[in-house]
């Protein structure tokens, strides 16, 4: 969709230019800004650092919208694979909102609101140990299992994490 558009005095004919949507950098610097098909303002036209937080990593594994994900250390390459609690060390670190195949470029992001979660209970949600990648609203109880909450649910789909550390139960 493109932006709404606006007349420009372009040495003194009136011009009829469309607002940008998305910048593609310092070509587009003092033009005028339109909210994007979703309402809001492209990433692409804010400063940087401002934004969300993500990182395009590659998967080892199939990746659904909405799991919680663990970055770890493949041979030297950071990788991103479900985040699980039956086990120490793959803890979660972020979530992806869309699905990914195995060896794709995944965009991770590790603070904000998972909207891509289903079946979620109102209050504090646990990362699972039964089911990698999802999280459950109670805590795991088993011996080497993994504590770690993963923020709260405030809706049947809807998660604003706050990953804290986790405990690993003795």
Do not use: H
Request: proline share 3%; net charge negative.
């Amino acid at each position: 969709m493109a932006g709404n558009k606006y007349i420009a005095n372009s040495a003194g004919t009136l011009t009829e230019v469309a607002a940008n949507q998305v910048s593609a950098g310092a070509g587009d610097a003092g033009k005028i800004v339109a909210l994007d098909a979703t309402g809001r303002i492209d990433t692409s036209m804010m400063p940087t650092g401002i934004g969300a937080d993500t990182a395009a990593i590659t998967t080892s594994e199939a990746l659904a919208a909405g799991d919680f994900v663990n970055v770890f250390n493949n041979a030297g390459t950071p990788n991103v694979r479900k985040a699980d609690a039956s086990v120490a060390g793959k803890e979660a670190m972020g979530f992806v909102l869309a699905a990914f195949g195995a060896a794709a470029t995944a965009t991770v992001f590790f603070e904000g609101t998972n909207t891509q979660v289903t079946g979620q209970t109102a209050g504090k949600v646990f990362l699972s140990a039964t089911t990698p990648g999802k999280t459950t609203s109670t805590a795991p109880a088993t011996a080497g299992q993994v504590v770690q909450v993963v923020g709260f649910a405030t809706s049947a789909t809807t998660v604003n994490c706050q990953i804290e550390l986790p405990i690993t139960l003795a």
